[in-house]
């Protein structure tokens, strides 16, 4: 018997594939604590590191907010804490390999505190080939838990702090959209907010959809309730949440899609609001129509191609072609020519060929993209790429991105010296990385402006007049 076969609540992968038509419930108003619970983390100390993307960044805000309800106080030094959760993200091997050194890290902070507890969370929880390798190596782990189940928290803690064994929950198939779940919100101006989860893509390299469950909107009253509570707060910015904010709906089958909502959430006079990402094959003209629509939706618009070359993106399995990529882009461009648009690039699919790369760098050149996100294609254990046979030499594939990225800071120069000289407006987030009288903060199409200015400026929209373009940001100076 391997460990593997030891685990009844693990993971598994086949499972997580499958996508069923039954309606997912959604379920208001039901979190308590366990009997005992709620000062189960009183004068204890917890430390949460939160790898990949913002769905993980606003789960961290829900594993928090029922922390706290549990006693727990948050800090920022992984020595001194009594509960450490690492929520993981599964896209890449290189986001992998640092948790792992992590949960190495933490072996040692053992020998000093043996009642410390290390949770492990998120998407890697999903993959069985982790959970199998944490029962393995890494036997000082204590809790396993998964993405659908952090409502499930205090229960687990309870659990793992009881047995010796590691707890592992992780449920391969989602459950009900847990509404009214305590949250601890990392930002006092920004929020993220969840109009959907997971993804039924399945881009053939993709992870995701098998992490993170089928599509599951949250209902629209949900979505509109949180944005004006935010108001009232004093949010300035909401950002909406989806792997695939474009299908959002799909699933609800109201004749309700994400340009309704948009157009709805506008309607709250929340100052900003963004959205992320979007899926060029949902992305319908209305819809960029609906963006367009009000001044308090951002010009800003992550649109992921992956690649430049139709063949390649078939095999991606991405459901659009370059020529299709082109037509969506172009009706962006036009309708909202001061937009700023952003993209994710993987070079290197299995066996892609020379000219297929070169149609990349020309889309790339074509579209002249405000800023990229690129990577190193990386095999995903149980993704249908991760059979495909690759020819292509390691050394090519870091060429090839070099190349790009040289492509990338070229055309980043170019998008921002269009501001120079030009006045725009910054929401302030707070001192800058290099010195406290030096504020920071993102403008309408998300360029982030350095400028000298007082710190009680943070969470005010600020007119700034933009002095010199860098690659990745700008300088300026407070005009009012
Ligand atoms: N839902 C979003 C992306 C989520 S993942 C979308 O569809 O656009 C973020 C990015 O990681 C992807 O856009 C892709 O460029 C990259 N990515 C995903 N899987 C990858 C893999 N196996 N290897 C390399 N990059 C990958
Ligand atoms: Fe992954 Fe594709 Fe879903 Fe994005 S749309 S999360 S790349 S499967
Ligand atoms: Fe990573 Fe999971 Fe997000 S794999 S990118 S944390 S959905």
Same mark, same amino acid.
């Given at each position: 018997?391997?460990?593997y076969?030891k685990?009844?609540?693990?993971?598994n992968l086949?499972?997580?594939r499958?996508?069923t038509?039954?309606?997912v419930?959604?379920v208001h108003?039901?979190?308590?604590?366990?009997?005992?619970? /709620?000062?189960?983390g009183?004068?204890k100390?917890y430390?949460l590191?939160?790898?990949?993307c #913002?769905a993980?960044?606003?789960?961290s805000?829900?594993?928090?907010?029922i922390?706290e309800?549990m006693?727990?106080?948050e800090?920022?030094?992984?020595?001194?804490?009594?509960?450490?959760v690492l929520?993981?993200c599964?896209?890449r091997?290189n986001a992998?390999?640092?948790?792992f050194?992590?949960?190495?890290?933490v072996?040692?902070?053992?020998k000093?505190?043996?009642?410390?507890?290390?949770?492990i969370?998120?998407?890697m929880a999903?993959?069985?080939?982790?959970?199998n390798?944490?029962l393995e190596?890494?036997?000082?782990?204590?809790l396993?838990f $998964?993405?659908?189940?952090?409502?499930?928290?205090?229960?687990?803690l #309870?659990?793992?702090?009881?047995?010796?064994? *590691?707890? *592992?929950e992780?449920?391969?198939?989602e459950g009900?959209v847990?509404?009214d779940l305590p949250?601890?919100? /990392?930002?006092?101006?920004?929020?993220?907010v969840?109009?959907?989860?997971?993804?039924?893509?399945?881009?053939t390299?993709c992870i995701?959809p098998?992490t993170?469950?089928?599509?599951?909107?949250?209902?629209?009253?949900?979505?509109?309730?949180e944005?004006?509570?935010l108001v009232?707060?004093g949010?300035?910015?909401v950002t909406?949440l989806?792997?695939? *904010?474009?299908?959002y709906g799909n699933?609800?089958?109201?004749?309700?899609?994400f340009g309704?909502?948009i157009k709805?959430v506008a309607?709250?006079n929340?100052?900003r609001?963004?959205?992320?990402?979007s899926?060029?094959y949902?992305?319908?003209?209305?819809?960029?129509?609906?963006i367009n629509s009000?001044?308090?939706?951002?010009p800003?618009i992550?649109l992921?191609v #992956?690649s430049?070359?139709?063949e390649i993106?078939?095999l991606m399995g991405r459901?659009?072609d370059?020529? #299709?990529y082109?037509?969506?882009f172009?009706?962006i461009?036009?309708?909202?020519p001061?937009?700023?648009i952003?993209t994710d690039i993987?070079v290197?699919f299995?066996n892609?060929?020379?000219e297929q790369?070169?149609?990349?760098?020309s889309?790339y050149?074509y579209?002249?993209?405000d800023? !990229?996100y690129?990577?190193?294609y990386s095999p995903r254990n149980?993704?249908?790429a991760?059979k495909?046979?690759d020819n292509?030499?390691?050394?090519?594939k870091s060429?090839?991105l070099?190349r790009?990225?040289?492509?990338v800071?070229?055309?980043a120069?170019? !998008?921002?010296k269009?501001f120079? $000289?030009?006045?725009v407006?910054?929401? *302030?987030d707070g001192?800058s990385?290099?010195?406290?009288?030096?504020m920071s903060?993102?403008t309408r199409?998300?360029?982030?402006?350095?400028?000298a200015?007082?710190s009680d400026?943070?969470?005010?929209i600020?007119?700034?007049?933009i002095t010199?373009?860098?690659?990745?940001?700008l300088? $300026?100076e407070?005009?009012g």
């Amino acid at each position: 018997m391997t460990n593997y076969d030891k685990i009844f609540n693990g993971p598994n992968l086949k499972a997580a594939r499958i996508r069923t038509k039954e309606k997912v419930n959604i379920v208001h108003d039901a979190y308590e604590l366990p009997l005992g619970m /709620a000062d189960f983390g009183k004068g204890k100390t917890y430390y949460l590191k939160t790898y990949g993307c #913002q769905a993980n960044e606003r789960d961290s805000e829900t594993i928090a907010g029922i922390l706290e309800t549990m006693g727990y106080q948050e800090i920022d030094d992984i020595d001194h804490a009594d509960l450490i959760v690492l929520n993981t993200c599964a896209i890449r091997e290189n986001a992998e390999d640092k948790v792992f050194g992590k949960i190495g890290y933490v072996k040692n902070l053992k020998k000093f505190n043996p009642n410390l507890i290390l949770a492990i969370c998120g998407c890697m929880a999903q993959e069985e080939s982790v959970v199998n390798k944490i029962l393995e190596k890494y036997q000082h782990v204590d809790l396993v838990f $998964g993405t659908h189940n952090i409502n499930h928290l205090p229960k687990l803690l #309870q659990q793992a702090n009881q047995e010796k064994d *590691v707890t *592992v929950e992780v449920f391969s198939t989602e459950g009900d959209v847990q509404e009214d779940l305590p949250a601890k919100r /990392a930002d006092k101006y920004k929020a993220w907010v969840n109009i959907m989860y997971g993804c039924n893509k399945f881009c053939t390299y993709c992870i995701v959809p098998y992490t993170r469950g089928k599509e599951r909107s949250r209902l629209k009253e949900d979505i509109i309730k949180e944005v004006a509570e935010l108001v009232d707060q004093g949010y300035q910015e909401v950002t909406l949440l989806g792997q695939n *904010v474009n299908s959002y709906g799909n699933d609800l089958e109201l004749g309700y899609d994400f340009g309704d909502l948009i157009k709805e959430v506008a309607k709250t006079n929340i100052p900003r609001i963004r959205f992320t990402t979007s899926h060029p094959y949902d992305f319908t003209f209305a819809m960029v129509d609906a963006i367009n629509s009000a001044d308090n939706i951002m010009p800003y618009i992550h649109l992921p191609v #992956q690649s430049g070359n139709s063949e390649i993106l078939k095999l991606m399995g991405r459901k659009y072609d370059r020529e #299709q990529y082109l037509e969506l882009f172009n009706y962006i461009k036009k309708t909202m020519p001061n937009a700023a648009i952003t993209t994710d690039i993987i070079v290197g699919f299995p066996n892609e060929t020379d000219e297929q790369f070169e149609d990349t760098m020309s889309i790339y050149d074509y579209c002249e993209y405000d800023l !990229a996100y690129t990577f190193v294609y990386s095999p995903r254990n149980g993704t249908p790429a991760a059979k495909m046979a690759d020819n292509v030499d390691l050394q090519v594939k870091s060429d090839r991105l070099r190349r790009l990225n040289d492509m990338v800071n070229e055309k980043a120069m170019k !998008a921002n010296k269009k501001f120079e $000289g030009r006045i725009v407006e910054v929401l *302030v987030d707070g001192p800058s990385k290099k010195s406290d009288k030096v504020m920071s903060g993102y403008t309408r199409e998300n360029k982030l402006v350095n400028f000298a200015a007082p710190s009680d400026l943070t969470g005010k929209i600020v007119s700034v007049k933009i002095t010199e373009a860098k690659t990745w940001t700008l300088n $300026g100076e407070l005009v009012g």
